[in-house]
């Protein structure tokens, strides 16, 4: 059992796991780059697409399964990690999957997730920009369907929020098991939100007095509408602790921590390199793991920045998916 659900068992009466996930993924040192930095290795949280996803799909799956959802909406940009890993889990349900996807800068990685995508029958629907995904994706004629099932990009929603929840519990038991350091501060790429609402709302829980900072990476609004902001945190860890609250209801009163969003290191854009993107990338590469531009190089970049300038521990959590599979 995963240990957000073993400590809080009662919750399994509103939520339950798939178990999907390769965990818990290990903590690896890497100080030979930036002093007493560590790296939690979340690439390796699914043999054939891994990355910080899986494990908020584990807790999506089974509201598929409960409701006979037969078709999965989503959207992202064309190289989406979610949307990649939606398709997978589509595709090994059984159930349809349509994504909106928007234009965004190519890479390796994007055309890798692209074909994977294809390769596991999503119905791709291509469209210019973030704004016009999300009009579609709010009005697709699907909307009122009961067996169709909408979730927001980066496969967030309150109920994915756990899934990282249940992660900063797995990091602490390695901690007290002594296979790293308690670290002082830990530095996640945030786009859509829920990673780090996750794991701010498990230290919370805990409590774990620790700093967990978010670095920006996707647009912090569209237009009038919010994107990347703390005030989208706190309201994923808001509705996500409503339903643990329903079997607990003393966690009503729980307060909750202010998100730390750093926007330094968005550069010119979504999944446009940058200067530090890039060297991080390469800094990866010769330790033997590989990260892309739009979302883990900036994280990283941060991350080396900050474990240079105010020491550790420090860990970076690396949300790559990290396999360049084939759909099967």
């Known amino acids: 059992m995963r240990p957000l659900l073993s400590r809080w068992p009662k919750l ?6 798939a178990e999907i996930a390769t965990l818990p993924t290990p903590v690896i040192p890497l100080g ?3 002093g007493n930095l560590w790296m939690k290795c979340d690439q390796l949280t699914h043999p054939r697409y891994g990355g910080n996803k899986i494990r908020k799909l584990e807790f999506i799956i089974p509201q598929l399964k409960e409701k006979n959802i037969t078709r999965v909406v989503s959207l992202g940009g064309i190289g989406t ?9 589509c595709h090994d349900l059984g159930i349809a999957c349509r994504l909106y996807l928007f234009e965004q800068p190519m890479s390796r990685t994007v055309e890798n997730n692209y074909k994977l995508m294809r390769g596991y029958g999503a119905e791709l629907v291509h469209v210019k920009t973030p704004i016009t995904a999300g009009l579609r994706f709010y009005l697709d004629p699907r909307r009122l369907d009961p067996r169709c099932y909408f979730v927001f990009g980066g496969c967030s929603n309150a109920v994915s929020v756990f899934g990282f929840a249940n992660a900063l519990l797995e990091l602490k038991a390695q901690v007290d098991a002594g296979e790293c ?19 701010l709302l498990g230290a919370a829980l805990i409590p774990w007095n620790i700093r967990i900072v978010g670095i920006r ?9 919010p994107g990347c902001t703390p005030g989208m945190v706190t309201q994923l860890m808001r509705d996500a602790l409503d339903i643990l609250a329903q079997s607990y209801p003393e966690c009503r009163s729980l307060p909750l921590p202010t998100p730390v969003l750093v926007d330094d ?14 060297h991080a990338l390469q800094q990866a590469n010769l330790q033997g793991f590989t990260l892309e531009n739009t979302y883990t190089g900036k994280a990283f970049a941060a991350a080396l920045d900050t474990a240079a300038r105010d020491g550790g521990p420090l860990l970076f959590w690396n949300t790559h998916a990290g396999v360049e599979a084939s759909a099967s």
């Open 12 to 17: 399994q009466s509103r939520i339950q796991c």
């Open 32 to 34: 030979n780059l930036a």
């Open 81 to 89: 990690n979610s949307g990649t890993a939606l398709s997978m889990v």
């Open 181 to 199: 350091p308690e670290p002082r501060q830990i530095v996640v790429a945030t786009g859509s939100c829920s990673t780090l609402a996750g794991l």
């Open 217 to 225: 990476v996707a647009a912090d609004h569209y237009g009038p509408v």
């Open 265 to 278: 290191y968005y550069g010119a854009g979504y999944g446009i390199p940058s200067p530090a993107s890039e």
